[in-house]
């Protein structure tokens, strides 16, 4: 994060320096001197335009599957209920996580086989840290989040903007 | 008692209430960089002009020994005065009393000047710097809170209200600022979060430092909490003064008309920064300039979502809200960020009685994940929502790119704009000509011997088509094809035509803006 701030912090010293440029000469080689200047792709079409440092770090969609644990706030884990290869029920109690001053159970989204648990007792986690990796013994747990079936939007009778 | 003595007696009380917290606590204040809650009022007014109230107020605290302790006028000031001339009220919270935390008494100081702006119809400057609730006080902080937050969302749109974080702003009290009209912050100066550095390194064991989690530029780029950022307090006041000159005094009001001025046509000049090719960037501001009095241009969120432009201008004198696509970032497109900055300075106008002249160029709406899962959707129906919705004069130019969804939402005639004007150079069609070929010409493009070779004479042919405003000015959805060069003409005529213009809503309790 600090490292993060400051490289904003430079670029966008830089940048009000060639906007002033741009301003005094208009010319299209100061425009592309821009930090962050790059080609954004729109429909065919790639603009070339200046790339926003929220826009370059946006966070990459990552599938998750019913077999990873996740934590959804950050917290303290109080207690751990399973250990490796139990075989838990959907909506077991797998683990107990303190946070907010609530005592938070951590359930299982599918049935299955306990394959590692990553936390301990009395570990500080922050929100989105992998807890446990489960092996589903139903569909749902492997197929629930597949996209490679997904149906393709058919582009000849569904026009879009 | 003489009047003699009684004076010399008012006066002694004057003095030893106006110190503020002493001068130990002035000099810390000091060695930070930042001014005594009493310069920052004098600076900001107009010299001579401020008046204060409740300067005797004493605090209400009685448990854990506060009631054994004095607090000069509960560590906030509280008057009236004048901005160029414009009446204001005013608080400034005192970070030397007590570390400017907010007492019952010292709500009831802030509560009672806000209802006189209010009552007088004049707007509220509020200058923040407290760490937060005075805790002895227990629950009398949050109901001073509460009533404060109140008055702010009574006074929404009826008096402008801004805010100016010159130091801690946490937890709760960061809620009056993000309910006012403006935000000004200070460079080192302003902090805002709602959890603080130490909750977070309890909870999570993470060091951040409060500049990185809420600082000025934080808050000026990332988040949008901020809409002014100054490197200086002396810069953050001029900031304001520079906006006190665009905006009424409430919303019965029109802003102050000025002098009308001819733009610097030699320094800003169209065919220059223009370029006709759809996918060529430019500064749209500097369009702006070209056609504004005095090439003058008051950017609002200028660090935040650069890919939209909002600012004050004015034309023949008269405050004009702009509100521009910007394809020098990020192509110009609408995202979830721009949607929310341009919907709520597009209420602002309404609410304030300020024209909107809106300047459209964009491809579209960002696509990614993201930006859908992020809720776009709701987002980007902010725009439209709010410019269905504005009843004061809307005039829209269309200088390049307006595709699609895009189109509708920039204020087009669907939405009640009073006049679309378009450059030569406008290209309004469902989406982009290459996009479109792709998709219309697609089993021709799929089957051909040479898919490549149809795809580009299908792209032309669909571009020397569609691809300029006469389609949609022959459907009469674009009023008039001008030339560049008569765009500040048309405009001021458009603006000075529909002045007196009147539009209402149907009788409703109030809409239901997607929030």
Redesign the interface.
């Known amino acids: ?2 490292t993060d ?1 400051k490289k ?2 430079k670029k ?1 010293n830089v940048k009000s320096g060639d ?1 002033e440029k ?2 005094r000469k ?1 010319s ?1 080689k100061t ?1 592309s001197s ?1 930090p962050g200047f790059g080609t ?1 792709p ?11 440092t ?2 370059v770090n ?4 990552k599938p998750k599957s019913n077999n990873e644990v996740y934590s959804l706030i ?2 303290t884990i109080k207690k751990i209920l399973i250990s490796p290869d139990d075989v838990v029920k959907k909506g077991d109690v797998l683990c107990i996580l303190n ?1 907010m001053k609530m005592d938070n159970s951590i359930c299982a989204a599918t049935d299955g086989i306990i394959k590692s648990i990553n936390v301990k007792i009395g570990e ?1 986690i ?1 929100k989105n840290t992998l807890l446990i990796n489960m092996e589903s013994l139903t569909e749902d747990g492997n197929k629930s989040h597949d996209h490679d079936e997904e149906e393709q939007l058919d ?2 009778t569904n ?1 879009i ?1 | 008692m003489s009047l003699t003595r009684k004076l010399s007696d008012l006066k002694k009380r004057t003095k030893t209430a106006a110190e503020g917290g002493g001068e130990e606590a002035i000099k810390k204040q000091k060695a930070v960089g930042k001014m005594t809650a009493r310069e920052r009022i004098l600076t900001l007014l107009d010299p001579d002009s401020f008046h204060e109230y409740d300067l005797f107020v004493e605090h209400a605290g009685k448990d854990f020994d506060m009631d054994k302790k004095y607090l000069p006028g509960d560590g906030v000031i509280t008057g009236t005065g004048t901005i160029s001339g414009h009446p204001v009220c005013v608080y400034a919270q005192d970070f030397t009393v007590a570390g400017g935390s907010l007492g019952w008494a010292h709500a009831k100081k802030i509560t009672k000047i806000m209802d006189v702006a209010l009552r007088l119809n004049v707007p509220l400057i509020g200058i923040n710097d407290s760490g937060g609730a005075r805790i002895q006080e227990g629950v009398n902080a949050l109901a001073g809170y509460g009533e404060i937050f109140y008055r702010n969302t009574l006074a929404s749109g009826v008096i402008p209200q801004i805010s100016v974080i010159l130091g801690p702003c946490a937890g709760g009290a960061v809620y009056s600022p993000a309910l006012t009209d403006f935000v000004f912050v200070v460079d080192k100066i302003s902090k805002m979060f709602i959890t603080g550095p130490e909750v977070i390194k309890t909870v999570l064991g993470e060091d951040i430092s409060m500049e990185d989690l809420g600082g000025a530029r934080v808050h000026a780029e990332i988040t949008g909490n901020a809409h002014f950022y100054a490197e200086s307090e002396q810069e953050c006041f001029d900031q304001i003064k520079q906006l006190c000159s665009y905006i009424p005094w409430n919303n019965t009001n029109k802003a102050v008309r000025f002098q009308s001025h001819k733009p610097l046509t030699k320094k800003y000049k169209i065919n220059e920064v223009f370029p006709t090719l759809p996918r060529q960037p430019y500064d749209v501001r500097n369009i702006i300039r070209a056609v504004c009095d005095d090439s003058e241009f008051l950017e609002v969120h200028e660090k935040f979502a650069a890919n939209i432009v909002i600012g004050f201008a004015r034309m023949d004198g008269c405050t004009v809200g702009f509100v521009a696509n910007q394809p020098l970032v990020l192509a110009g497109v609408l995202d979830i960020d721009s949607s929310d900055k341009a919907a709520r300075f597009i209420r602002f106008c309404d609410s304030f009685n300020i024209p909107l002249i809106t300047m459209v160029d964009l491809p579209g709406y960002l696509p990614g994940v993201d930006q859908e899962h992020g809720g776009v959707i709701r987002h980007g129906a902010k725009v439209l929502y709010a410019y269905s919705e504005a009843t004061v004069p809307k005039i829209t130019l269309i200088l390049r790119k307006a595709y699609g969804g895009g189109y509708i939402a920039m204020c087009s005639h669907h939405l009640r704009a009073d006049f679309v004007f378009a450059w030569p150079t406008a290209e309004i069609a469902v989406m982009g000509p290459e996009g479109a070929a792709n998709i219309i010409f697609r089993n021709e493009i799929k089957n051909a011997e040479n898919p490549e070779e149809v795809r580009k004479h299908k792209i032309k042919e669909y571009k020397e088509k569609f691809a300029n405003p006469y389609v949609a000015a022959a459907y009469g959805y674009i009023d008039a094809v001008i030339d560049p060069n008569d765009t500040r003409d048309m405009l001021i005529h458009a603006l000075s035509i529909s002045a007196d213009k009147t539009a209402g809503m149907p009788k409703k309790k109030h809409g239901l803006p997607p929030f």
Do not use: C, D
């Open positions: 994060m600090k701030s904003t912090e966008n906007v741009t301003k208009h299209k425009i821009l954004l729109l429909e065919g079409l790639s603009y070339q335009t200046v790339l926003t929220k826009f946006r966070e990459k969609y950050p917290g946070a500080t922050n582009l000849e026009v903007f």
